[in-house]
Nanobody, 124 residues
Framework: QVQLVESGGGLVQDGGSLRLSCAAS????????MGWFRQAPGKEREFVAA????????YYPDSVKGRFTISRDNAKNTVFLQMNSLKPEDTAVYYC?????????????????WGQGTQVTVSS
């Protein structure tokens, strides 16, 4: 069982930056692939970033590639999402997720545990 708590969301202007954090409980954090997803009002939840157990492999959709960076600190049971060059279309609730297994994937259904989400609002 893994419990996830996101933080770091807020209001930022177009072109600004934010850093999200996700603190995980449990002693086996390093054995979970971690992901970030987001959901805007009226839209489906979409994949944002994922990272392998040791952080050696990352995966992003084209919509955020080059602007967002996922990283993790296994000693602190924490995963981060650095978001730069934010756009109004990045406005959404951002969720942290964990999945058992080694594959670094973007499908929502393949993640086992979810946080409660943190709101990110980008003003134009």
């Amino acid at each position: 069982q893994v419990q996830l708590v996101e933080s770091g969301g807020g209001l930022v202007q177009d072109g600004g930056s934010l850093r999200l954090s996700c603190a995980a409980s449990g002693r086996t954090f390093s054995r979970y692939v971690m992901g970030w997803f987001r959901q805007a009002p009226g839209k489906e939840r979409e994949f944002v970033a994922a990272i392998s157990w040791r952080g050696s492999s990352t995966y992003y959709p084209d919509s955020v590639k080059g602007r967002f960076t996922i990283s993790r600190d296994n000693a602190k049971n924490t995963v981060f999402l650095q978001m730069n060059s934010l756009k109004p279309e990045d406005t959404a609730v951002y969720y942290c997720a964990a999945r058992g297994g080694a594959a670094v994937v973007g499908e929502t259904r393949r993640y086992d545990y979810w946080g409660q989400g943190t709101q990110v609002t980008v003003s134009s």
